[in-house]
């Protein structure tokens, strides 16, 4: 299993429609969770962290399930703008050095 | 706060020259990091430092990359020969000793692409 996994999508998705995918991880003991989004010919940027009691910012949810090693994301009235690449990250340490990417998930608004 | 900062943005080479790339991190971060990132294999780790000591160099794909951090403000990744899979995007990264849930600040990154 690898350690950090995602859906490559695309994901296709009309505008103001609500889309979520997850992300799996291998590493129970990981301690931290982030979404990541990536811009074309971009570098990937802080999203949001996840927190284990679940967390929203503004249309954006994140969901942790540690008992089953996963994190969702879940985007509510999709904006042409959100259009994207969402890249999970796993911290399996305490620290700044025991981040882990996964691939991304690509994700299309369509007008 | 001007972000991290990579030069050169782009990069075109022929085989066998000598490229280096460079790395301003944001100023009082003391983790710095060398990412590379394709499509098919998308970010990897290539090597971290903490303290300007380098730490974790176990992604460098071989001989051909080094990387220095001679100060707190300066780093650079070099590879020698230049290969044409080398070419990819080179990000440098950093963040800081915050304890857990430190994010990443990410450069514009480096486009390499190798003739």
């Known amino acids: 299993r690898k350690e950090v996994e995602q859906d490559p999508g695309p994901f296709n998705v009309p505008e103001g429609a609500t889309v979520a995918f997850n992300c799996t991880y291998s590493?129970?003991?990981?301690?931290?969770f982030f979404w990541y989004r990536q811009d074309c010919r971009k570098e990937p940027k802080l999203l949001m962290s996840?927190?284990?009691s679940g967390n929203e910012d503004g249309r954006f949810t994140a969901q942790l399930n540690r008992a089953s090693q996963y994190i969702s994301l879940l985007i509510r009235d999709s904006k042409l703008s959100d259009s994207a690449t969402y890249l999970c990250?796993?911290?399996?340490?305490?620290?700044?050095?025991?981040?882990?990417f996964g691939k991304g998930t690509h994700l299309i608004i369509q007008p | 706060d001007a972000g991290v900062i990579q030069s050169p943005r782009h990069e075109v080479t022929e085989m066998g020259q000598e490229v280096t790339l460079r790395c301003k991190p944001i100023?009082?971060?003391?983790?710095l990091f060398w990412y590379r990132q394709t499509m098919m294999r998308g970010l990897e780790l290539l090597i971290y430092f903490n303290n300007n000591v380098p730490i974790d160099d176990s992604g460098m794909p071989e001989d051909r990359f080094s990387a220095k951090m001679p100060n707190a403000s300066f780093s650079t990744l070099k590879i020698q020969p230049s290969e044409p899979r080398d070419s990819a995007v080179y990000f440098c990264?950093?963040?800081?000793?915050?304890?857990?849930?430190?994010?990443?600040?990410f450069g514009n990154g480096t486009r390499l692409t190798v003739t």
């Open positions: 590493n129970s003991a990981s301690q931290s």
């Open positions: 996840v927190y284990s």
């Open positions: 990264a950093s963040t800081w000793t915050g304890g857990k849930g430190s994010p990443l600040h």
């Open positions: 100023s009082g971060h003391d983790y």
């Open positions: 990250v796993v911290n399996k340490g305490g620290g700044a050095d025991g981040l882990t």
